[in-house]
């Protein structure tokens, strides 16, 4: 229900004049203005999108899906997808993304890299690279630049993996590695220290503020691309 509260308030900004939301599935029956004219629309409301999947929908039937939160890489390209997210402003979450060594001539290629990523992830998600043994350190920071993931083989392990667009930040001049995280009196509480940095996509957000405070004391020369995501823009 607070997917269709959300959905009422913008839908005349995207252009969309509801005729109809009621418990049949589609839920709810639009039309957007296209030019001169309407267009039908049929539309299933979702929390995720991928819940249109798990809930056995035929997507011959609808037109779009109005979610919350967009985790579905493999939707169909028939349907079109809305992210209510990023209509109100929803603070970017920041990852610390574990590359393993066979990763790393990737990371050193160019600024813009397609790489597996957390089906969690959202438009404009900060990442900060951690490249893994031997080196152990954060040496790179990144953002999640694409609208949505796409399902795409998985180079390292067999079968597939979600996948987006990132686009480097900056590569520090001054790395933080994992043994400062663990002398810290914060971090080393953190259960991704205490794990010692184990899984792809780990969400550090709520420890972001002492990670800022260390990247941007030891980074000078980064302090004005860093403070763009200050920890109080999280807030």
Not at 72 to 81: K, R, V, Y
Not at 195 to 218: F, I, K, T
Request: charged share 25%; net charge positive.
């Amino acid at each position: 229900m607070g997917v269709v509260y959300l959905f009422a308030n913008i839908a005349k900004k995207l252009q969309f004049r509801i005729e109809a939301i009621r418990a049949a599935y589609p839920d709810c029956i639009a039309y957007r203005q296209v030019g001169d004219r309407e267009k039908r629309v049929r539309i299933e409301f979702e929390f995720r999108s991928s819940n249109f999947k798990l809930h056995r929908h035929d997507p011959a039937l609808c037109d779009c899906i109005v979610c919350w939160h967009h985790d579905w890489a493999s939707a169909p390209n028939n349907l079109e997808i809305i992210e209510l997210k990023r209509f109100f402003g929803v603070p970017f979450k920041v990852w610390i993304q574990v590359a393993v060594k066979s990763q790393w001539r990737f990371l050193d290629k160019g600024n813009r890299l397609n790489w597996a990523l957390s089906s969690r992830i959202t438009h404009g998600d900060l990442l900060l690279m951690y490249r893994g043994y031997p080196n152990c350190c954060i040496t790179d920071v990144f953002r999640f630049t694409d609208t949505r993931l796409r399902r795409v083989n998985a180079g390292w392990r067999s079968g597939e993996a979600n996948a987006g667009r990132i686009e480097r930040l900056c590569r520090l001049d001054a790395p933080v590695f994992l043994d400062d995280l663990r002398n810290h009196r914060v971090l080393r509480t953190s259960s991704f220290v205490r794990q010692n940095m184990q899984g792809r996509g780990l969400l550090v957000s709520e420890y972001w503020p002492y990670l800022y405070a260390m990247l941007h004391e030891r980074n000078p020369k980064h302090r004005r691309t860093l403070a763009k995501f200050a920890p109080e823009k999280l807030v």
